[in-house]
């Protein structure tokens, strides 16, 4: 399912994914030289972090990196807690087997009743994937 949400959300780095067909690759660098060219490995990490095949351009995807002491740590996982408005709405993919009460249930457990869940239909006008506004809420 793909999640829209606001851009402005402070704390949060936002950031397109770029799609291309060459793949990304982050440069080898030597331990001992990783300190003097932290900004290439950076760059490199940002990189791939955000690029993907042209198939998926369709997702129209951005990427979130928040630093790890916003996040709290359970079952050694890194969890950033989710502020009130940051997600607009869920869309389901055209193709997936979850549930739209499911997604709602799960939405709704989390205090996130305001997120609209939507489905993804294939257009009839173009080779295309929409959200159907309204078919789920």
Do not use: H
């Not at 990490?45 to 709290?72: D, H, M, N, Q």
């Not at 709405?89 to 305001?114: F, W």
């Not at 993804?120 to 506004?133: C, D, G």
Request: charged share 30%.
């Amino acid at each position: 399912f793909k999640v829209a949400c606001q851009r402005s959300l402070v704390g949060v780095e936002l950031l397109p994914v770029t799609y291309g067909k060459k793949r990304v690759c982050i440069p080898y660098i030597p331990v001992e030289a990783r300190e003097q060219r932290i900004e290439e490995l950076r760059l490199g990490f940002e990189k791939f972090f955000r690029y993907k095949a042209p198939s998926w351009r369709y997702e129209k995807e951005v990427r979130g990196i928040v630093e790890l002491k916003t996040c709290k740590v359970a079952d050694g996982m890194f969890l950033w807690p989710i502020p009130d408005g940051f997600i607009k709405s869920v869309i389901i993919g055209l193709r997936s087997t979850v549930s739209d009460l499911y997604i709602r249930r799960a939405l709704d457990l989390n205090g996130l009743g305001n997120v609209k869940v939507l489905r993804a239909t294939e257009s009839l006008k173009t080779y295309s994937v929409q959200p159907v506004s309204g078919r789920v809420s």
